[in-house]
């Protein structure tokens, strides 16, 4: 789920041929009758990683390009990656070692998930496999993997480094300040809003994460983006309640007068983006 920077210029000057590119707060909050005859372009960004402030920071003041950051409010200043990243990391580690498969002989709850899957267990691992391991682990709610992960870190933090990928309070400012970076909520912990279950829970998620944000960095927060696009009717209302707008996972146009809880976007990886046909083949929703 990436792009390259060079890639993600050439979208910029593409999108600036088709389309006005606007902030996505603008669009939620003005009326009607201000968007006519024109396309619109909001662009967004997802989890607040750190390649955002190294690569996508400098191309978006070149071009003078408004964007929405979606932050997770309580990993900014926590040193680690979510629970995908740092089980990846893990098991990369683990094969360079000589380790894996053989250490899921200690860790019952990934061993589980792998049962008898001959694929997952070779070594190199290959990406498929990797996606497979972690969509796997999907049984688990997000909490509990972090403990588990805690715990397999800890136990052997002499062998595993866990690099920064994730924003710093510092570098999100120097967002702010150039003007261009609205920041939007992401959660307080990234947790998929469907394993919650008490509303107190989906309060301190949405909300919260809300209002840490707005205390930290100052700002209004207006937007919110549910963690790998999982949502529930509750959600939607609670977004719907404290925030201009949501935005999940699925393919689409967005027009006014539409439901603003829920609103449509499209993902831009490197197949599909470095090339102006397909990249507009995929804004036209043909792939």
């Known amino acids: 789920m990436w792009v390259t920077p060079e890639t993600f210029e050439k979208n910029i000057v593409w999108l600036k041929e088709k389309f006005e590119i606007i902030r996505l707060k603008d669009w939620v909050s003005t009326s009607t009758s201000t968007f006519k005859n024109k396309n619109y372009c909001c662009i967004t960004f997802d989890d607040g990683w750190l390649d955002n402030y190294q690569y996508a920071l400098p191309i978006l003041v070149k071009h003078n390009i408004p964007i929405t950051l979606f932050c997770v409010s309580e990993m900014i200043e926590s040193g680690l990656d979510f629970w995908p990243g740092r089980l990846a990391s893990y098991v990369r580690q683990s094969v360079g070692t000589g380790r894996w498969p053989e250490c899921l002989d200690d860790w019952p709850w990934l061993n589980a998930v792998v049962s008898d899957d001959e694929a997952i267990k070779q070594r190199p691992l290959g990406q498929a496999n990797m996606d497979k391991l972690i969509d796997g682990c999907k049984i688990y709610s997000d909490s509990d993997i972090n403990q588990f992960l805690d715990i397999m870190f800890e136990n052997e933090r002499k062998d595993y480094v866990q690099p920064r990928r994730l924003l710093n309070t510092i570098e999100v400012r ?114």
């Not at 919260?208 to 549910?226: H, M, P, Q, W």
């Not at 209302?237 to 689409?252: A, F, P």
């Not at 609103?263 to 599909?272: A, P, Q, T, V």
Request: negative net charge; glycine residues 10%; hydrophobic residues 35%.
């Open 174 to 287: 120097e967002m702010i300040e150039t003007g261009l970076v609205d920041i939007g909520s992401h959660t307080k912990y990234h947790t998929r809003l469907t394993t919650l279950r008490t509303d107190t829970q989906l309060t301190d998620e949405i909300l919260g994460s809300k209002l840490s944000l707005e205390a930290r960095f100052g700002v209004t927060v207006d937007l919110f983006c549910y963690p790998n696009g999982h949502w529930t009717r509750p959600a939607i209302e609670m977004v719907e309640q404290y925030y201009l707008g949501g935005c999940v996972l699925r393919s689409g146009w967005n027009y006014q007068g539409q439901s603003l809880g829920d609103l449509k976007r499209f993902n831009m990886h490197e197949d599909i983006a470095n090339e102006k046909v397909e990249f507009f083949s995929r804004m036209s929703g043909f792939i």
